[in-house]
Every structure is written in structure tokens, then in C-alpha cells.
């Protein structure tokens, strides 16, 4: 390709350039809002969209952040996708775990839990009202996660 010439500096902003900006210019604006990280499965897309609607209802400060993964976590992407996982954890204040069965599972959410703490986040598991999945996974409790309800969640923040 050619060289780039003209005023203005040249720079090309990338997509990801255009949300980091977002996402600061959100939080300057917002400055007594919470940065939620969310980690859940995707088989878990639909709760868990009901819990953040749920949470915007009741007007309280929480902004979420969080995107789900459809690829597998040994795929081809993942070194890319865990890079800019890491970057959302970074800018978040909380990483709240959706807790499931299919969540308890997931070694993205594993992954999203541990890099959250090597990070120096705080973690929180939540679960629906239907309560916690059948067991709990080493990776929440050996790390001393604190596992609340949603509806008890934002106490918690």
C-alpha cells in the first residue's frame, strides 16, 4: 500500500481505537457508575439479559460490560479474543460471575475469573433465583469468591 500524505497526522482510527475512546468518554461522563464486568456462558445469553434489563429498572449505577463468546476457548482467535477480554476486565471496577451449571463449566469464565483476579478486580458470583448450579467450581471457591443472588447482588457493589 502507499504511504499515507496530507494533514491531520495521517492516523487511521481502528474499531476497537473508536470504543476505547467510548468507553472513556462513558465513564467521564458517568462518574458515579460502576463498570460491571459480566462473565457468564453463552448458553446463558438470555438470563442474563433479563438480570441486566431487570438491573437498569431499578435505576441503579451499575454500567455493564461485557460481550459473549461464541468461539471455542482453544480456537484458532482465542489469543486475540482473551486480549481484548483482558482490556474489558481492566477497564471494569467488578467482575460479577453468572454462576451456572453450563457457566461452571466454561473455561472462558474460568479464564475471565483468574485473569480478573491476577488483574486485582474484585470478584463476585451471582446466580438466578432458581439458586446456584449443583456444585461449585474449584476456581470460584479455592479463590474465596463470594456467591450472592441477584437480587442481593447490588448490595454487594
Known sequence: MGGNSGG???????????????????QALAPGRKNVFI???????DEVNLLRGQAKNENNDLEFNDRSVHEPYNSERAEYIRSRLAERINQASVTVVYLTD??????????EVEKSLELGKRVIATHSKK???????????????????????????
Do not use: Y
Request: charged content about 30%; proline content about 5%; cysteine-free.
Open 131 to 157: 439458586g446456584a448450579p449443583k456444585t461449585t467450581p474449584d476456581w470460584i471457591s479455592k479463590n474465596g469468591v463470594k456467591i450472592v443472588p441477584w437480587n442481593k447482588l447490588s448490595n454487594e457493589l
Open 39 to 45: 462473565s457468564f456462558d453463552h448458553d446463558d445469553l
Open 102 to 111: 453450563e457457566s461452571s463449566k466454561s473455561k472462558w469464565v474460568q479464564w
Open 8 to 26: 491531520g497526522g495521517g492516523s487511521r482510527r481502528t474499531l476497537g481505537d473508536l470504543r476505547s475512546l467510548e468507553e472513556k468518554a462513558k
